[in-house]
């Protein structure tokens, strides 16, 4: 079990570019997760998979935004013509089951739009 | 819809004294309560979680939370607390059925030597 691993850790980026963040979780872990997080404020759900299936999206998750599970085991996250309201902790979680099942984050990828 | 309230955004305290931090939920259907803590640069961690049963849930380093659910709420406890627990405590729900998890904005709290 090495943990749910997210690449990179910091992104840099020019306002209106794209970026895209990785997340691979604990490898017997069906259920990935997307949260985001902003200076001073708990992490809010953006979007969930279970295997490779998007199964819940946010209101949060503009049409931006899009998330991908392509093979059920790592995700990508893509944001494309990025805005500075953008700037964020991104967090990626997994689990094994549904519901009260623990989720396990990652350590995050933390994006500065400038 | 599921809202988390954490009534203190910061809470200092001596090493070894006690500590409670306090968190009051809302939901219209009934809920998996946990708490989460993050230090510096790492990825939150489960301290304890509570599904059903015994109403007192014991979670690691020590840490306690009792789910009072006429008042709705789960505050969180530590008898005598260590420079080690400064930290970010988040107090989440995850509506049954459902398997996302709606988080309060956080408590700070700094343990003072």
């Known amino acids: 079990d090495t943990g749910v691993s997210q690449n990179p850790r910091h992104k840099i980026t020019k306002r209106g570019q794209n970026v895209t963040f990785r997340c691979d979780p604990i490898s017997e872990h069906n259920r990935l997760y997307w949260y985001r997080q902003t200076l001073g404020q708990g992490p809010e759900f953006l979007t969930y998979?279970?295997?490779?299936?998007?199964?819940?999206k946010s209101r949060l998750l503009s049409d931006r935004f899009s998330a991908e599970r392509p093979k059920g085991s790592f995700s990508t996250l893509e944001i494309q013509r990025t805005e500075q309201g953008d700037s964020a902790m991104y967090l990626c979680a997994s689990s094994l089951g549904a519901g009260g099942d623990i989720q396990y984050f990652g350590a995050g990828t933390r994006l500065s739009v400038l | 819809a599921q809202s988390v309230t954490q009534l203190d955004s910061q809470v200092p305290v001596f090493e070894e004294a006690p500590v409670e931090l306090r968190c009051n939920y809302s939901s219209s259907v009934s809920v998996y309560l946990f708490w989460y803590v993050q230090y510096p640069n790492q990825g939150l961690q489960l301290l304890l979680k509570?599904?059903?049963?015994?109403?007192l849930v014991k979670g690691i380093n020590g840490f306690e939370a009792e789910f009072n659910k006429s008042q709705t709420s789960f505050h969180l406890r530590k008898p005598s607390v260590h420079i080690s627990d400064t930290a970010e405590y988040f107090c989440?729900?995850?509506?049954?059925?459902?398997?996302?998890?709606?988080f309060g904005a956080g408590t700070r709290l700094a343990v003072h030597p």
């Open positions: 989440a729900v995850s509506p049954v059925g459902y398997n996302k998890l709606i």
């Open positions: 509570y599904l059903s049963g015994s109403t």
């Open positions: 998979f279970q295997n490779e299936a998007q199964l819940e």
